[in-house]
């Protein structure tokens, strides 16, 4: 079956660095995106890896390991907009169908002063 | 103007009754989705079409129709609707690229009483 595991909550304090890790299991793996969502609002795009390694973009990091069915997305200088959803989506190929994406249930980050 | 656009943002209505949720994108991408979003849930899919003549299930379907009327608009239908359907419900497009991210409408919070 198709799995995807992250915490459900976590606090982090304005300015420091706070890493969301997110584990899977799917058949067919073609790649793993992060989206952030902000309450009640549409999720955003935030990166996107499919081969092993960091991508940075800014503030956000992510990182991949294909091996271990695990990645993690780092935001560092917190501010307390990033006080949102991050949620981590999969993109397999599975049940006959190809590039699906599977989202994991997100990760409430609260941000405090 | 948003990208996608979907209509209505909130929606009340009575078990039983017709409903019709509409998204129509200005992005000229092909492929477009609906999901759902329950809390504890995450997000899942419950229809998606490639192009204007394909159409696919996706793993929640049951009780759902969808039409592509144009590369640019696609609907999704509750034919009789019951409260377990009250959700919020996002459209999202994406280029057939298979690395590009999916991009989201702002939702329709449907209520089923």
């Known amino acids: 079956g198709q799995n995807i595991d992250q915490p459900t909550e976590m606090t982090a304090t304005e300015g420091a660095i706070v890493q969301i890790n997110c584990t899977y299991q799917t058949s067919g793996f073609n790649g793993l995106f992060w989206y952030q969502q902000h309450a009640g609002e549409a999720p955003t795009f935030l990166s996107y890896?499919?081969?092993?390694g960091l991508e940075e973009k800014g503030r956000f990091s992510s990182f991949l390991s294909r091996s271990k069915g695990y990645s993690y997305l780092l935001l560092k200088e917190l501010q307390m907009k990033d006080s949102a959803s991050y949620l981590c989506a999969v993109r397999a190929n599975y049940g006959g169908a190809t590039n699906k994406l599977i989202f994991g249930t997100g990760t409430l980050l609260a941000v405090q002063p | 103007d948003a990208d996608v656009t979907q209509t209505p943002r909130n929606r009340i209505t009575k078990t039983g009754k017709r409903i019709m949720l509409e998204c129509s994108q200005t992005?000229?991408?092909?492929?477009m989705y609906w999901y759902r979003q329950d809390p504890g849930l995450g997000l899942r899919l419950i229809y998606y079409s490639f192009d204007v003549k394909d159409i696919n299930k996706g793993e929640i379907s049951d009780g759902y129709s969808v039409s592509r009327q144009a590369q640019a608009k696609f609907s999704l239908s509750l034919e009789s609707a019951i409260p377990n359907q009250t959700a919020l419900y996002f459209c999202?497009?994406?280029?057939?690229?298979?690395?590009?991210?999916?991009?989201f409408g702002d939702g329709t919070r449907l209520s089923i009483l």
């Open positions: 999202a497009t994406s280029d057939n690229w298979v690395h590009q991210p999916q991009h």
């Open positions: 890896n499919v081969l092993d």
């Open positions: 992005k000229g991408h092909d492929r």
